[in-house]
C-alpha cells in the first residue's frame, strides 16, 4: 500500500503563488507516476499534471507556462509549483499514484487532498 499526504495549499490572490507538495510513504518502489488532480466545486475532477519516475513530465493545456511538475525521489516528493495563480484555479487538489504497468488516467492511490483558492 501506499499513502500520500497533500500540503502546502492556501488562500491566494490572483496572480500569486504556491507550492504543493505530496508526500508519499510506503511501497513506494512499487509507484511509477505520480500526478495532480483538481476538482472545483459542482465540476469533475480533472487531471492537471504529472510525472514519471523517471522525470518525464506532462501538464494540462490549462496549466502549462504556469505550473510546473517536480519530484524528489529520494524524499519520496512531488512537487506542483504553481504561478500566476487565476481565480478559476480555486479546487481541491489531489495528489495521485499510480503503480507500475498502471496509467495516472487510473491512480491506485490518492491523497485525501488540499484547498487551494485563489481571490480575484
Known amino acids: 500500500q501506499v499513502q500520500l499526504v497533500e500540503s502546502g495549499g492556501g488562500l491566494v490572490q490572483a496572480g500569486g503563488s504556491l507550492r504543493l507538495s505530496c508526500a508519499a510513504s510506503?511501497?513506494?518502489?512499487?509507484?511509477?507516476?505520480i500526478g495532480w488532480y483538481r476538482q472545483a466545486p459542482g465540476k469533475q475532477r480533472d487531471w492537471v499534471a504529472s510525472?514519471?519516475?523517471?522525470?518525464?513530465?506532462n501538464l494540462a493545456d490549462s496549466v502549462k507556462g504556469r505550473f510546473t511538475i517536480s519530484r524528489d525521489n529520494r524524499k519520496n516528493t512531488v512537487y506542483l509549483q504553481m504561478h500566476s495563480l487565476k481565480p478559476e484555479d480555486t479546487a481541491v487538489y489531489y495528489c495521485a499514484a499510480a503503480r507500475y504497468g498502471g496509467s495516472i488516467d487510473r491512480p491506485d492511490y490518492w491523497g485525501q487532498g488540499t484547498q487551494v483558492t485563489v481571490s480575484s
Open positions: 510525472i514519471s519516475r523517471s522525470g518525464n513530465t
Open positions: 510506503g511501497s513506494t518502489s512499487s509507484i511509477n507516476a
